[in-house]
């Protein structure tokens, strides 16, 4: 499986904006100025050796998530990261009307719809879009998007046709190669996160949740979602003195992700849904910060002789590209 980050910034998209690309561009130049004094001479080899934040930053759109096999591929949810991956598609046979093209959602808050109305394949006569939804208010939240005045294009109008179907809490459903099953998280509105499998490889998507239910016992149910997992995404968007602060919010901070990463013994951890109002260095910082936790209770378990499990973890930015 491969799953593409499209669009992962929290709540709201988050564009740098032109003053604060003009100051990035400033401190760049002028380090480039000293690395050359230094002997230095490519442009490449010294944004090669810039932190990621200082280059393309974390990037700005909203949920949007492709999960692939050479056999199909299904997306999660609609945030403005959608438009791009409208565009690509358009490229292949949804452009010629022959595409077929499936949409889990995991809740309808508008960082994970807004993206739908500009998303090229809708438009095309001939695709077939299916929908897919826990939430039976599924059919009438995409409508809701198509509704005047506040997008010109009506429902009724749409090129493509658009199938709406109801999942079953915790039952597998099948797209060709990919197995995905939906289990609920922790949420002001209902929201379901899924667990991908194929070939024997588990991808979890665990966004939007604060994770108040923690202990194995609290997760009942839900617990496979964190289980024998390859590759999981989770929602980091506050660091975790915010999260403290922000009960009820519907969010959760790396910290947490990683202490159930660890008990859950999952292989590799990608954290999401970046506060659209922490600066790029401010989602570095966090990230910092998570690095000393880690490092600091791997130290403590093995003071005390435990051989904890270790995770490869990072906060994921816009456009990566995980193997699973
Ligand atoms: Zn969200
Ligand atoms: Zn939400």
């Given at each position: ?5 499209w ?31 230094q002997g ?29 096999t ?12 959608m438009?791009?991956?409208g ?9 010629l009307?022959?595409g ?12 994970h ?21 826990v939430q ?8 809701g ?5 506040r ?6 109008d ?7 179907h109801?999942?079953?809490?915790r039952?597998p ?6 197995q995905?099953?939906p289990?609920?998280?922790d ?21 939007d949740?604060?994770?108040?239910r923690?202990s ?6 839900d ?5 024998n997992v ?9 660091t ?17 992700g ?32 998570t ?34």
């Amino acid at each position: 499986m491969k799953v593409n980050l499209w669009g992962i910034r929290g709540s709201l998209p988050a564009p740098l904006t032109p003053a604060h690309l003009e100051d990035r561009l400033l401190q760049t130049l002028e380090e480039f100025i000293y690395f050359q004094s230094q002997g230095g001479k490519s442009a490449k080899d010294f944004l090669a050796q810039l932190p990621h934040h200082r280059r393309g930053g974390f990037g700005g759109h909203t949920a949007c998530i492709q999960v692939s096999t050479p056999q199909t591929s299904v997306i999660i949810d609609g945030g403005s990261g959608m438009r791009r991956l409208g565009e690509q598609l358009a490229l292949g046979p949804c452009g010629l009307g022959r595409g077929e093209v499936h949409i889990l959602f995991t809740h309808f808050h508008w960082d994970h719809l807004l993206g739908l109305p500009f998303f090229l394949p809708i438009f095309i006569p001939g695709n077939q879009i299916h929908m897919y939804a826990v939430q039976e208010d599924l059919e009438e939240n995409v409508r809701g998007m198509f509704k005047k005045p506040r997008f010109p294009v009506e429902f009724k109008d749409l090129g493509a046709k658009i199938f709406f179907h109801r999942l079953e809490p915790r039952v597998p459903i099948h797209f060709k190669d990919i197995q995905a099953t939906p289990y609920q998280l922790d949420h002001p509105d209902p929201c379901w996160g899924f667990r991908f499998e194929n070939e024997g490889k588990v991808f979890s998507h665990c966004v939007d949740s604060e994770c108040t239910r923690m202990s194995a016992s609290d997760l009942g149910a839900d617990l496979p979602l964190y289980q024998n997992v390859d590759v999981m995404i989770f929602d980091a968007q506050y660091t975790f003195l915010e999260a403290t602060e922000k009960i009820n919010w519907g969010h959760s901070s790396a910290p947490i992700g990683l202490d159930l990463a660890m008990r859950e013994k999952v292989k590799r951890l990608f954290f999401i849904h970046h506060d659209p109002a922490a600066p790029d260095s401010k989602i570095a910082k966090a990230e910092e910060q998570t690095r000393e936790y880690y490092e600091s209770i791997l130290a403590a378990a093995r003071s005390q002789g435990h051989n904890p499990h270790e995770v490869d973890w990072c906060f994921a930015r816009e456009g990566m590209l995980i193997e699973v």
